[in-house]
């Protein structure tokens, strides 16, 4: 049973920093594909990061020079280290997990588990 766990979220200042973090337990980490998701309320989710099992990495132009997807295969916990947030930042933050490789429009072709999200708040 595969299990997704994120944390790090919280309230922050314009201008601030964040660190995500995303557990992966129940499985074999490495062999993933994975993505970080936000959804503001009224909004629909969208794609912000995705990096394969290569370590090919994906960014919405949104977030391009601001976060950075990472991972830790040996502590099965992917990363999105936030720097220069914006109020429009502010959104529920997934993250997810699929096989495969990335895709040339940077998503990963499947997404089977998702954890519950954490809260960011920019204000």
């Known amino acids: 049973h595969v299990q997704l766990v994120e944390s790090g979220g919280g309230s922050v200042q314009a201008g601030g920093s964040l660190r995500l973090s995303c557990v992966v337990s129940?499985?074999?980490?490495?062999?993933?594909?994975m993505g970080w998701f936000h959804q503001a309320p009224g909004s629909e989710r969208e794609r912000i990061a995705a990096?394969?099992?290569?370590?090919?990495?994906s960014y919405a132009d949104s977030v391009k020079g601001r976060f950075t997807i990472s991972k830790d295969n040996g502590k099965n916990t992917l990363y999105l280290e936030m720097n220069s947030l914006k109020p429009e930042d502010t959104a529920m933050y997934s993250c997810?997990?699929?096989?495969?490789?990335?895709?040339?429009?940077?998503?990963?072709?499947?997404?089977?588990?998702w954890g519950q999200g954490t809260q960011v708040t920019v204000s």
């Open positions: 129940g499985s074999t980490y490495g062999k993933y594909c």
């Open positions: 990096i394969d099992d290569v370590r090919h990495t």
């Open positions: 997810a997990a699929g096989f495969g490789w990335l895709l040339r429009d940077g998503s990963c072709p499947q997404l089977n588990y």
